[in-house]
């Protein structure tokens, strides 16, 4: 296939996917951060999906909770707040949509790597990859430390173990994923095939060692589970003895997972060409895709799928927005969300004289 022909982020699909977000009721959200997009994924009356991309430059994690969407960025964290009302009257032919983000509060945290993010008790959590910490996002500083793993001496900027993912329970931080348990800068490179492990923040105990290049640990129902992105698995662990099964095994670089009833939708990337640390990873000696893959988890089947076949090719974080079956997305970089406004009790839409 000529993808070079093909408009701006063309996707192959299952023939279910459409049916199938409709009938969940709600919306894809995912994070590209090669293409610096954010993009908006719903069904259109259960017969084909549509695609809202928004200029977020590096986009990467991704955080939720109840009308608010928070996005990192390379230099920022942006947070927006979802406007039921606005949304009526938004774009060309009024009542297409049902939800409308519009940015509310940014935070200027510079380049510190975010990955994870979510919100807990305390506030927004943070995966600080360039510092190896946990950290809240913060209107006074970069960031406010709030957690370092047992091996790591100092808090500067030189991502000693490429902490990534985190697993968060009953509003705070359970769980997290490293690409190692190095303490220099960047040395986790020597090992990412062997090197992974996933730490239980309280204690700082290693549950798992040796995990082929872990990332999005999230527990479901009261079982975690994880990506070895090395080698495309999702896998469940057992935390009390360290071991793991795998669920099912996808042809991808597995980033980003979130969970609707019964259906897990998980990331996929390409490798890029140029990367020297993992273009010999297991996962190479396939064809990889890069989109979104359903699946089932009470069986692990593979229900449905989302391929890109040009313009996304690195996916980082992947979450479902809840009964928002076509939201749309406002960023800074757009003149109308200055129109915007919006009150505890009422929303207008701002007219210039």
């Known amino acids: 296939m000529n993808t070079q022909s093909l408009p701006p982020f063309s996707c192959s699909i299952s023939s279910n996917v459409p049916e199938l977000l409709w009938n969940l009721k709600g ?16 069904s259109i009356n259960n017969k084909e999906i549509i695609q809202l991309p928004r200029q977020f ?14 996005v990192a960025t390379q230099y920022e964290v942006q947070v927006l707040a979802n406007s039921n009302d606005l949304a009526r009257n938004y774009g060309t032919k009024p009542g297409s949509y049902d939800g409308l983000y519009l ?18 008790n305390e506030g927004l959590w943070a995966v600080n990859t360039r510092f190896s910490c946990l950290s809240l996002i913060n209107e006074d500083y970069s960031f406010k430390s709030k957690w370092i793993p047992s091996f790591i001496t100092d808090l500067t900027p030189d991502d000693r173990c490429h902490l990534n993912g985190m697993a ?19 040395a986790w490179r020597s090992n990412v095939l062997n090197g992974g492990v996933l730490i239980d923040v309280e204690s700082k105990e290693i549950i798992v060692k040796g995990l082929p290049m ?7 129902d009261g079982k ?10 999702l896998i469940c662990i057992d935390t009390s003895t360290g071991k793991y099964d795998v669920v099912t095994k996808l042809n991808g670089f597995l980033r980003g997972m979130c969970k ?25 000696r396939e064809p990889l ?50 129109r915007a406004l919006v009150t505890e009790t009422n929303s207008f839409w701002s007219i210039n004289d």
Not at 27 to 42: D, E, H, N, P
Request: proline share 5%; hydrophobic share 35%.
């Open 260 to 284: 609707k009833d019964d259906i897990l939708f998980i990331g996929l990337s390409k490798i890029r060409q140029t990367s020297s640390t993992f273009r010999d990873l297991p996962i190479t």
């Open 168 to 186: 968060m329970d009953k509003g705070k931080p359970k769980y997290v994923t490293a690409l190692g348990t190095t303490n220099s800068p960047k």
């Open 57 to 70: 430059n590096k986009a990467m994690g991704l955080a939720v909770h109840q009308n608010k969407l928070a």
């Open 289 to 338: 895709s890069c989109g979104i893959a359903a699946i089932h988890l009470p069986t692990g089947n593979k229900i449905g799928y989302i391929n890109y076949e040009n313009s996304v090719e690195e996916i980082y974080d992947v979450q479902f927005l809840e009964d928002l079956r076509r939201p749309a997305i406002l960023n800074t970089l757009r003149e109308e969300h200055r």
């Open 103 to 120: 940015p509310r509060a940014t935070y200027y945290s510079g380049e510190i790597d975010l990955h994870d993010m979510a919100w807990g």
């Open 224 to 233: 975690l589970y994880a990506l070895c992105s090395a080698t495309g698995e």
């Open 27 to 42: 919306t894809l959200a995912i994070t590209t951060y090669q293409a610096g997009k954010l993009i908006f994924i719903s």
């Open 214 to 220: 872990p990332h999005s640990p999230r527990l479901y």
